[in-house]
């Protein structure tokens, strides 16, 4: 097999100061066990062998002693302690770097462990023409929306993409714009953060592997997927 392109250095954010609630672990979701290994170690040693350094763990309050042991010997990670909601414990991880002040930041949920390099390749090689870049697929099926359970209308699904993390961003663009953000409600994730201050995110292809473990079910037997090596561009 051919090396790999080299990719430009990056800093990377992991978001794990969740509580996963809907996945009614033992444990808070990112910590439990997943196809051999904790959750939130497969997305880490992911961003480490892609050299993402130094890579920020946003952990719960109390959870430095699960969370190092989740995540022994992986290269460059940095605990802290997130906040309230995911838009907190990514605005506390990335002030963190405000010194070191890298050129690219990645933000990705530890509930997504299944990251594979083609993905950090395609969102690193967007930032040279955009401020950020998100991974996302298409919606195949139709939309309807709801109002009491009855047909409201519908939506065109041709225009509409699922996104999913790790989200690329220039670091300088991402922290101005975590910053400059009202505050009044919670961003559904970092892509509006940067948008709603005036940045563009470029589309990359996803990858459907890469979904958020959010249910119980999710966890059950961590159901191998098959994968076709078919791109989602
Ligand atoms: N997250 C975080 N800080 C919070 C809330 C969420 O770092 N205050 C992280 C979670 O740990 C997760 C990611 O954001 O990796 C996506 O959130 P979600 O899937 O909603 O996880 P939880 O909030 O933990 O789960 P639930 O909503 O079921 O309680
Ligand atoms: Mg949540």
Do not use: C
């Not at 996945?23 to 040693?45: C, D, L, N, T």
């Not at 130094?54 to 302690?81: F, S, Y």
């Not at 195949?140 to 065109?156: H, K, P, Q, T, Y």
């Amino acid at each position: 097999m051919a090396d790999a392109p080299p990719l430009p250095p990056f800093a990377a954010v992991i978001v794990a100061a969740g509580k996963g609630l809907r996945a009614g672990q033992p444990v808070p979701k990112q910590f439990a066990m997943w196809r051999g290994k904790p959750v939130i170690r497969h997305s880490a040693e992911a961003l480490s062998a892609a050299g993402g350094s130094p890579i920020i763990v946003a952990i719960p309050e109390g959870g430095e002693e699960i969370a190092a042991a989740a995540l022994a010997g992986v290269d460059a990670v940095q605990l802290v302690t997130g906040g309230e909601t995911r838009q907190d414990s990514v605005r506390l991880a990335i002030e963190t770097l405000a010194e070191s002040a890298p050129d690219y930041v990645l933000i990705h949920d530890a509930a997504r462990p299944d990251l594979r390099r083609d993905v950090i390749e395609r969102l690193l090689s967007s930032l040279d023409q955009h401020p950020g870049a998100i991974p996302v697929l298409p919606v195949v099926d139709s939309l309807s929306v709801d109002e009491n359970g009855i047909m409201a209308g519908s939506a065109d699904r041709t225009v509409l993409r699922r996104v999913q993390t790790p989200q690329a961003f220039r670091y300088g663009d991402i922290l101005s714009a975590h910053r400059a953000w009202s505050g009044e409600s919670d961003a559904g994730d970092d892509a509006q953060v940067l948008v709603a201050d005036g940045g563009s995110i470029a589309h990359v292809g996803g990858d459907e592997a890469l979904k958020k473990l959010t249910f119980a079910e999710d966890f059950i037997g961590g159901q191998p997927m098959i994968r076709t090596g078919m791109g989602y561009d």
